[in-house]
Each structure stands twice: as structure tokens, then as C-alpha cells.
């Protein structure tokens, strides 16, 4: 169930990276103004996976169930709600514009650029939401195939299109959100008729009790959205902070991000398998196997993301050359990526612990870990950093507290599953 994940994941990662790299090419400004994008994406992605993960947990229980036909009106419930959630957001979004950027600490110059860039990364964003609906209700029904391929196909073919949007047809920064739209868009002409076809989906809405269904998604849904709209806050307050040390510095921190997004590329994929894994042998009062699968997977996660780590060290003067010509953005770039990668081990493991408490039934547990990763240890260690050292003290922040975070996660883990053992045996 990983490995098509995988393909998918590494491919959505790899066209991220790519739009960086085009649009990098466009100089400074334009890279500046996808830097200060990249939080309120995050707030979308959250909103989006929060529902994505409430999706595969309740569909899965009713088909466990033996009830095909809720299970698909669920489907069309889920598609419904999500849209309509991601579409005020997108407007919420659109009307505060000045006011968010403003925040952030963007630059009078660079509002216009922003403006002109939102209109289409916007509509970009809703149908990336749609696309992703779509591949929740497939993976509930255990089809990872299907949201694996698409995903390789969508991701290469916004690869193609992006240089032909922003050069040939010359819409520069607005292009590359353009690609997007076209991509995503064909994406979803596949996924959704596929679904119809398989009757994973039905819209008689009317035959579903409603409130109840809006209740049991809910259930899961709040705490696990709350749990992945921290780090949108948490990027919104970083750049904010990495803004005091000028646009440079936001364009570096922002192609930073992006590698980041792309080197957990395997922990995301596992955080979509392993929950139906844990889910199953939690059903079956297997706890035992459901720790030595969790250990298996942190030590894999531990050992995987410190290479990677080494790897982007070992190779940033040429990574900064060629995500930018720009000279000042190629320093703090190479500052981030000498530094901060060597603690994604530490990330990894907060982040599939916060996807194996959801699994658990854990979920308040998980949006705790959510919350102290990113309040009690990564934003104070980077605040603590800038204030003693600069940009490159703040990179030494950001490092000191995804290792602190990784630690703090597993800890809390394990004593939820002491608890649940605990409560396994009284019964």
C-alpha cells in the first residue's frame, strides 16, 4: 500500500520543486512572493488532509461494517463538505490578501506581484483540494493504485506545462499556478468518473441521516484538522520572523521549505499506509504488533532521514546554484541546508507519530504532539536562535527543535499505548 503512495508523493514533491526552480529563474521578487504563499498553502493543505484523514478512518470502518451503501453516500458527503470548506477559505483568503501579507511582513513592492499571483493559485489550490478528496475516497476502499498513478501523471505533466505558462506564453509567477490548474483539473476529469463508475460515490445526501454523518466525521476530523493547521501557523510565524532578516532571506527560507517538503516525501506515504495497518490489528486487541510495527517504522524513518540529511549537505553549494542565480539567496540557502535537514529524522518521527495516534483513536493525543512540536519546541528554539545568532543561529534553531520535537513525540506515544494496554487488560 506504501509504495504507490510513494511514487505519488515523491512526484507531487518533485513538481513543487521544479515550479521553485522555473520560477526562481524570474529572479528574486517572484521567488519572494511564492515564499510568502507558502504558509496560507499549508492552511489549505491542513484543512484538506484533516478531512482526508477523518475520510479513510470513517469509510473504512462502515465497509468493516458491511455497509457499502453508507459508505458511499459518506464519499459524496465528504467530496461536498470539503469542497465547500476549501472554497470559503480560498475566498477568506482572497479578501484579507493585504491584510495577511502585511503580517507576514511582505514588502510594499512585492503586493502587487502577490495580487496578481493569488487570483490563479487560488483557484489552483480548490481543485487540488477536489483532486484530493477524490484520492481520500479511493484510499479508503484500499485502492492506493489509482491516487498513485494520477498523482505521477498530474505532477508530470505540470512539469511540462510550467516552463511553457511562464516563458513561452510569458504569464511569468501567474503560469506556474496556471499549470497547476490544468493539471489538477484533468486529474479530477480521471478520479471522479472512476469513482461513479466503481459506486464509491453517491450524492442522495437526503437518505443519509446527516446529523449523525456530520457528527462521526467531526469526531475525527476536528482534532486531526486543528492538528495539521498548526504547522500553517507555525510556517505564517517563522516567515515572519525570517522576514526581519529581509526578502533574501524569505526567498531561501522558502526554496528551504520546499526541500524540506520533498525530503519526507516517505514518512508522508507511510503516515497513508499505516494507519489502515494500525486501525486493523487495533480492532483485533493485537497490541503487541502494533508496537513492534511502530518501532519498525521509526527506526526505518530514523535512519532514512538522517542520510538524506548528510546528502543535502554534502551537496548545498550545488543545490543553491541551481534553484537560484541569485547570490544572496544562494548564501542563506546553503546556511539552511548545512543545517536544517540533519534534523528532519527528528520530524519524520513527530510527524508519523501524529498520524499513528489518529489511527489509535489517539487523536487528541496527536493534536497535543502537533501543538508542543511546534509551540514548545520548534518556534522557541528558532526565536532563540535569530536572537543569538542571525540567520545562521536561526537555521541552528530550527534544527535543535525538530530534535527536540522527535523525541518529545515518541514519548507521548508510548504512553498512550501504555494506556491502551492498560485498558485492553481490565476488559
Known amino acids: 500500500m506504501t509504495w504507490p503512495m510513494l511514487a505519488g508523493v515523491v512526484s507531487l514533491m518533485s513538481f513543487q520543486l521544479a515550479d521553485s526552480a522555473f520560477i526562481g529563474q524570474l529572479g528574486e521578487p517572484p521567488l519572494a512572493a511564492l515564499g510568502f504563499t507558502l504558509p496560507m498553502q499549508q492552511l489549505v493543505i491542513g484543512l484538506q488532509v484533516g478531512l482526508g484523514i477523518a475520510t479513510t478512518a470513517i469509510i473504512s470502518r ?35 490578501r493585504d491584510t495577511i501579507m502585511t503580517l507576514l511582513g511582505a514588502e510594499q513592492s512585492l503586493l502587487p506581484l502577490i495580487r496578481s499571483y493569488w487570483i490563479p493559485w487560488l483557484v489552483a489550490a480548490w481543485t487540488g483540494a477536489l483532486l484530493y478528496f477524490g484520492y481520500s475516497v479511493c484510499r479508503s476502499h484500499g485502492d492506493t493504485r489509482t491516487p498513485g498513478y494520477l498523482m505521477v501523471a498530474t505532477s508530470l505533466l505540470n512539469i511540462v506545462l510550467d516552463p511553457l505558462y511562464i516563458f513561452v506564453f510569458g504569464w511569468g509567477l501567474p503560469g506556474a499556478a496556471m499549470a497547476t490548474i490544468t493539471a489538477f483539473g484533468l486529474g479530477c476529469l480521471v478520479v471522479y468518473p472512476r469513482l461513479l463508475r466503481a459506486g464509491w460515490l453517491r450524492f442522495d445526501l437526503g437518505q443519509l441521516a446527516l446529523g449523525q454523518a456530520l457528527r462521526q466525521l467531526n469526531s475525527i476530523m476536528a482534532p486531526a484538522m486543528v492538528s495539521q493547521l498548526m504547522p500553517p501557523l507555525s510556517a505564517m510565524l517563522a516567515t515572519a520572523m525570517v522576514a526581519g532578516f529581509g526578502s533574501a532571506a524569505v526567498a531561501a527560507w522558502g ?46 524513518v530514523v535512519i532514512w532521514q538522517l542520510s538524506l540529511g548528510i546528502i543535502w ?16 539567496v544562494q548564501d542563506i ?95
Open 313 to 328: 549537505l554534502a551537496a548545498s553549494g550545488l543545490v543553491a546554484q541551481l534553484f537560484t542565480t541569485d547570490a544572496s
Open 62 to 96: 462502515t465497509l468493516g461494517a458491511g455497509d457499502q451503501i453508507r459508505a458511499e453516500r459518506l464519499g459524496g458527503l465528504v467530496v461536498c463538505v470539503g469542497g465547500t470548506l476549501v472554497l470559503v477559505l480560498a475566498l477568506a483568503m482572497w479578501f484579507s
Open 333 to 427: 540557502l546553503r546556511t539552511y541546508l548545512v543545517r536544517v535537514p540533519l534534523s528532519y529524522s527528528g520530524l519524520g518521527v513527530c510527524i508519523l507519530m501524529v498520524s499513528v495516534c489518529n489511527a489509535l483513536g489517539l487523536s487528541v493525543r496527536g493534536l497535543v504532539i502537533s501543538v508542543l512540536r511546534l509551540f514548545a519546541c520548534f518556534l522557541p528554539m528558532l526565536w532563540l536562535g535569530a536572537r543569538l545568532g542571525d540567520i545562521p543561529g536561526l537555521m541552528t534553531g530550527a534544527l535543535v527543535g525538530n530534535l527536540m520535537a522527535g523525541v518529545m513525540a515518541y514519548g507521548l506515544y508510548r504512553a498512550g499505548m501504555r494506556h491502551l494496554a492498560d485498558e485492553a487488560a481490565r476488559r
Open 255 to 300: 526554496l528551504g521549505t520546499r526541500l524540506e517538503f520533498f525530503s519526507i516525501v516517505v514518512v508522508l506515504a507511510l503516515t497513508m499506509s499505516m494507519p489502515p495497518m494500525v486501525g486493523r490489528l487495533l480492532g483485533a486487541g493485537d497490541i503487541a504488533t502494533i508496537r513492534r510495527l511502530v518501532r519498525l517504522a521509526v527506526r526505518f
